[in-house]
């Protein structure tokens, strides 16, 4: 898996600006976060989209504002031999966040109503019972596994007439139906409740979304739901507005605030005393930092990508211009 895993990351290398198209106010579509790049950052609103497994996706908002104070706050630690305590709780609260979880997919696409209307049949018709009789049909050994692979296939015609039949046909159409309405409507509520989020971002400005490029898995069940995986959620927001693929590579495990190392310590037999931390909020956030830190500058915080590759001192040159404009700043808020 680890091979697997580092195959799948891309090279981090200084993209010239030039070479990068910008996104404009009334564009739409799926890119690479490298490719593109803005000419006025404030003429946008920004969010992050990281993916999970219980949650789907969790999404949040991200301003500029909030981009100078993690910036600043790079500056800061970067500094630093050592942590510092300095006052700035002030700032440390994350805003709202939107939580996608597979289970109001699977309940409002309605294949829980399907599969619950397979297992009353299973449960309650001799039809049912004799298909759900073949289908547990324990197995101890290699002989058993043939023998009950042979019964099965005998009785290919009666399982092919049970989940065949016209009506759990005509229930198979429906869900595909309510699935593809669902899902559309699912993400523009999401993008809504990202641009009305916050008092700081404006409704009227068009949305730029950062997703993680690892993406979700698909197939199996989770915590007693469906698993919906793919890339049918980030091409779902690319009719609407603008979605960049962001690497999202060490986003889970660096601190937004201080950029150092997360360590998440379990206690034994003390669960009173562990925190809570909310992960998936945190990894949203930091996928926004770095996706529009790749727009504006070209290049991602040092903390989220190889230091050979990138140094502290060459993003900092590169940002400075940013994070001293206060003025010009302020007036794109």
């Known amino acids: ?10 090279n981090v290398k200084d993209v010239p600006q030039y070479s990068r198209s910008p996104i404009e106010k009334c564009g739409k579509g799926v890119t690479k976060v490298e490719d593109r790049t803005v000419v006025n950052p404030g003429d946008f609103n920004y969010a992050g989209t990281d993916n999970g497994l219980v949650n789907m996706t969790a999404s949040i908002p991200m301003s500029l504002q909030r981009m100078q104070f993690h910036l600043k706050l790079f500056n800061y630690y970067t500094a630093l031999s050592k942590d510092s305590n300095e006052d700035k709780e002030s700032f440390l609260h994350l805003p709202s966040v939107t939580n996608t979880k597979a289970s109001d997919v699977d309940v409002g696409c309605g294949y829980f109503r399907q599969r619950k209307y397979l ?15 073949s289908e547990s049909a324990p197995v101890a050994s290699i002989d058993m596994a043939i023998r009950n692979f042979r019964a099965k296939y005998d009785q290919r015609r009666s399982l092919r007439d049970f989940y065949n039949s016209p009506k759990i046909i005509n229930k198979k159409r429906h869900v595909e139906i309510q699935q593809h309405r669902y899902r559309h409507h699912l993400c523009r509520r999401e993008r809504l409740e990202l641009k009305h989020s916050e008092n700081k971002l404006s409704s009227k400005k068009p949305l730029i979304l950062f997703i993680g490029d690892r993406g979700t898995g698909t197939g199996s069940r989770i915590k007693g739901f469906r698993k919906y995986g793919g890339k ?8 609407a507005v603008n979605v960049c693929i962001t690497n999202e590579c060490n986003t889970s495990q660096t601190c937004i605030f201080c950029f150092s190392p997360l360590t998440n310590p379990r206690i034994p037999g003390k669960k009173e005393e562990v925190t809570n931390k909310p992960r998936d909020a945190l990894s949203a956030l930091a996928i926004a930092l770095v996706g529009l830190s790749s727009v504006m500058f070209g290049a991602a915080p040092p903390p989220f990508y190889n230091l050979s590759q990138i140094t502290a001192e060459h993003y900092t040159t590169i940002k400075s211009d940013f994070c001293t404009r206060r003025d010009d700043l302020a007036a794109t808020l």
């Not at 297992?119 to 009789?133: A, I, N, S």
């Not at 049918?232 to 009719?239: A, F, R, S, Y």
Request: net charge positive.
């Open 119 to 133: 297992e009353r049949r299973k449960k309650y018709t001799d039809e049912g019972k004799k298909v759900q009789e």
């Open 232 to 239: 049918w959620k980030q091409n779902i927001n690319g009719e």
């Open 1 to 10: 898996m680890a091979i697997r895993s580092k195959s799948k990351l891309h």
